[in-house]
């Protein structure tokens, strides 16, 4: 229904992947609200992959090649936005996909489940709740993981994650790559390194970086991922949003 030419047409689509996402059960109602903050700041950033989300995109990348066990959390927003790449970055990556809810029920996990498998997943931990371990920190359920996952990932990217869970994550040891919107979000500050960027743009930016950087010396993987640092490209994402308003007259 959403016609082609239209000059928001990416947004208008999105925002009706995630409405059709919610009315099958893959969303939680609170999904909702938190794409409504995202579309606000992506608002702000031009709607377009920034060169600080860039250089964020590219180590992630480098992060992702390195790690031993690498694992995509996927929750519904990214199931109803981003399945088909998340399954292709993890088939690139030989890296595990965990399904992790903030808002956990058995329905919306099988929901979820079915999208991954729909989009190719051959395996998806995180599935059954008797198999599950828990991250310190986190009241219960919030804290469960899959012990083949999550438990024992050494570099897990969360597209979409909550500020408490990052914090636990982190203080367990993992190497926490998150994509946020927010530059102002707890989740964002905790993290290892935050892209501020839409996960529709930057789960195949980061496909296309791993291709690139995949036959890289790990030395030169390390220094990239040495030379970043996750407060000042958030500050300059932040620098972005407020100088979107030399770009108010110009529409
Ligand atoms: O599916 P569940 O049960 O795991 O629940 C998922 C949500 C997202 C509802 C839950 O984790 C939550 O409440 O998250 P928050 O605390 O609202 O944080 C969501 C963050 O993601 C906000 O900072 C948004 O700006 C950001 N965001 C929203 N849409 C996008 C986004 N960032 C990148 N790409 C988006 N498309």
Known sequence: MIP???????????????????????????????????????????????????????????ALILAKNPVISVNGNAAALVSSEIVELAKVLSAKIEINLFYRTEDRVKAILNVLKEAGADEVFGVEDDKMKHIEGLNHPRGDVSPEGIYNADVILVPLEDGDRTEALIKSGKFVIAIDLNPLSRTSKTASLTIVDNIIRSIPSIITKVDELKNKKEEELKDIINDFDNLSNLKDSLKVMLDSIDKFWRF
């Open 4 to 62: 082609k030419d239209h000059p928001r047409y990416l947004s208008l689509l999105s925002r009706e992947k995630i409405v059709n996402a919610y009315k099958s059960g893959i969303l939680a109602d609170a999904g909702m609200i938190a794409h409504g903050r995202g579309e606000a700041f992506d608002y702000l950033i031009g709607e377009e992959t920034t060169e600080t989300a860039n250089k964020a995109i590219e180590t992630a990348a480098a």
